[in-house]
């Protein structure tokens, strides 16, 4: 028993990156009345136009806890620079959305973002499409890929949360689920986690991010356990996502999604792919201190693939 409440411990603070509950006053982020259409209903976006005549269109999927504006500014300015046009939306359940803090559930997650993708491509005709996804936004994105679900040239999973099949211990399943049963609403901050865990070395804007009430950064077990049917889901697609180039970037000091875990999934990709280990890299690629440097290699990989 001790031992699955303390792995469910560990995966809840695994979940929320090691931030806890938003304390201070809010930043002043962009909050853009602009929406798009997701499976159920609109979705808060914001949109960052390329610089001169756009190349290509970039969708990005944040990660749990996050949201658009918290995740992608630096990441949207590097790519915009390139030609790349971005779109960012709230996965629904978080961020700017009315539905902030209610668990969607991983079926939801990915239909929103076929959704989505289907409406940045009828108002951006003609253009290619890359989805890049981050953590959890990457098994959302590798999920919907290897279902058939995704309308996209070129896919780039950053740190993305595949920790799922074979490569969870049945210890942490059996915490995950006994938390939901016992006390599924119960949300947990970093103190309740015995593990303490770093998601990023940029610690100057992890605490200036983790100020926002908006970012949601304590999950309960029935999210948790949620995340972890995603992270399965996205699994158990990998090996049949063979219609679209997929660049796969791990950080080797990322202490939240294991590495193993990250390349048994890419392995187990099909079509065309590249593995970039990025050796200073954390979890939290976007906003890593070496962030630059990843994300102009992204960008190179997507300007190539989808021209």
């Given at each position: 028993?001790?031992?699955a409440?303390?792995a469910l411990?560990?995966?809840?603070?695994?979940?929320?990156?090691?931030?806890?509950?938003?304390?201070?006053?809010?930043?002043?982020?962009?909050?853009?009345?602009?929406?798009?259409?997701?499976?159920?209903?609109p979705?808060?976006?914001?949109r960052?136009?390329?610089?001169?005549?756009?190349?290509?269109?970039?969708?990005?999927?944040?990660?749990?806890g996050?949201?658009?504006?918290?995740?992608?500014?630096?990441?949207?300015?590097?790519?915009?620079?390139?030609?790349?046009?971005?779109?960012?939306?709230?996965?629904?359940?978080?961020?700017?959305?009315?539905?902030?803090?209610?668990?969607?559930?991983?079926e939801?997650?990915?239909?929103?973002?076929?959704?989505?993708?289907?409406?940045?491509?009828a108002e951006?005709?003609g253009?290619?499409?890359?989805?890049?996804?981050?953590?959890?936004?990457?098994?959302?994105?590798?999920a919907?890929?290897?279902?058939?679900?995704?309308?996209?040239e070129?896919?780039?999973?950053?740190?993305?949360?595949?920790?799922?099949?074979?490569?969870?211990?049945?210890?942490?399943?059996?915490?995950?689920?006994?938390?939901?049963?016992?006390?599924?609403?119960?949300?947990?901050?970093?103190?309740?986690?015995?593990?303490?865990?770093?998601?990023?070395?940029?610690?100057?804007?992890?605490?200036?991010?983790?100020?926002?009430?908006?970012?949601?950064?304590?999950?309960?077990?029935?999210?948790?356990?949620?995340?972890?049917?995603?992270?399965?889901r996205?699994?158990?697609?990998?090996?049949?996502?063979?219609?679209?180039?997929?660049?796969?970037?791990?950080?080797?000091?990322d202490?939240v999604?294991?590495?193993?875990?990250?390349?048994?999934?890419?392995?187990?990709?099909?079509?065309?792919?590249?593995?970039?280990?990025?050796?200073?890299?954390?979890?939290?690629?976007?906003?890593?201190?070496?962030?630059?440097?990843?994300?102009?290699?992204?960008?190179?990989?997507i300007?190539e693939?989808?021209?």
């Open positions: 028993m001790r031992r409440l303390a411990g560990t995966l809840v603070l695994v979940a929320c990156g090691g931030v806890g509950e938003p304390v201070g006053p809010p930043l002043e982020f962009p909050r853009p009345a602009a929406t798009v259409a997701g499976a159920e209903g979705l808060a976006v914001s960052w136009a390329a610089v001169g005549e756009p190349q290509a269109l970039v969708l990005a999927l944040h990660g749990y996050d949201y658009a504006e918290t995740i992608w500014p630096d990441a949207a300015a590097a790519w915009t620079a390139r030609g790349l046009e971005v779109w960012a939306y709230d996965q629904r359940g978080f961020g700017r959305n009315p539905s902030n803090r209610d668990w969607p559930g991983h939801a997650l990915v239909a929103d973002l076929e959704a989505v993708a289907a409406a940045v491509r951006r005709p253009l290619p499409l890359a989805v890049v996804g981050h953590s959890m936004g990457g098994g959302v994105a590798l919907a890929a290897g279902e058939g679900r995704l309308d996209a070129a896919l780039v999973l950053m740190a993305p949360a595949v920790w799922g099949g074979e490569q969870l211990s049945p210890v942490y399943r059996a915490g995950a689920w006994l938390g939901a049963r016992l006390f599924p609403d119960l949300r947990f901050s970093r103190a309740a986690s015995p593990v303490p865990i770093r998601p990023t070395d940029n610690l100057a804007r992890l605490e200036a991010i983790s100020e926002d009430p908006l970012r949601f950064a304590n999950p309960s077990p029935r999210e948790f356990l949620g995340l972890i049917r995603l992270m399965d996205a699994v158990e697609a990998a090996p049949k996502a063979a219609s679209v180039p997929v660049l796969t970037v791990m950080g080797a000091r202490e999604i294991p590495e193993e875990s990250v390349r048994a999934a890419h392995a187990a990709l099909p079509g065309p792919k590249t593995f970039d280990y990025v050796e200073d890299g954390w979890h939290m690629l976007p906003i890593d201190l070496g962030a630059p440097e990843v994300l102009a290699r992204v960008a190179d990989w300007l693939t989808t021209e």
